[in-house]
């Protein structure tokens, strides 16, 4: 790298890298704590509850592979190990999907909804504790716009899914 090109870097200095160290603290530890409880009380991790939670939320609980794997943030691969997890242990199956060409889906199963209803209690609890009253509601309303903000900068495809109105299927 010349000197020229390091004169050009825009580096973070004072409280801008301060900050950038907070936003680091935050991805790295927030996960592996919602993780560890998810783990702790409930057997699975924080991937799988993912997974669970963006099939429940979807009509028939049912979701093309290849969205399911832009919604939970994981590669293809990685998606496949998790359903084969939960495929395994009778909350998840595979099927053929017709949307949008011939894929395959993911489709929660009645003992994956219970599963994620038994679940949920705990991880919302957490969620709660770690992030939404620690930061109180402009806190958290200001956390999420800068979430979205930044997904739509880095993973555009992912934001487009986050955005796309989706009729519950709750209950």
């Not at 929660?108 to 509601?137: F, N």
Request: charged share 25%; with cysteine.
């Amino acid at each position: 790298m010349t000197e020229r090109a390091d004169e050009d870097v825009p580096w973070l200095v004072g409280a801008q890298l301060e900050d950038w160290k907070a936003v680091m603290a935050l991805v790295t530890v927030l996960p592996a704590a919602m993780d560890a409880q998810l783990k702790r009380d409930a057997g699975v991790n924080l991937y799988e509850y993912q997974v669970l939670a963006a099939l429940s939320e979807r009509p028939h609980g049912e979701i093309p592979m290849s969205d399911l794997a832009r919604l939970s943030g994981g590669s293809p691969s990685r998606l496949s190990h998790a359903v084969s997890r939960l495929e395994d242990l009778g909350w998840v199956t595979r099927g053929s999907c017709t949307e949008a060409g011939k894929r395959t889906s993911a489709r929660l199963t009645p003992s994956g909804r219970e599963k994620l209803r038994a679940t949920a209690p705990g991880h919302v609890r957490e969620v709660r504790r770690l992030v939404v009253d620690a930061l109180g509601p402009e806190g958290f309303a200001a956390l999420a716009r800068a979430g979205r903000v930044v997904t739509q900068v880095a993973a555009p495809d992912v934001a487009a899914v986050l955005a796309a109105p989706v009729p519950t299927a709750r209950g």
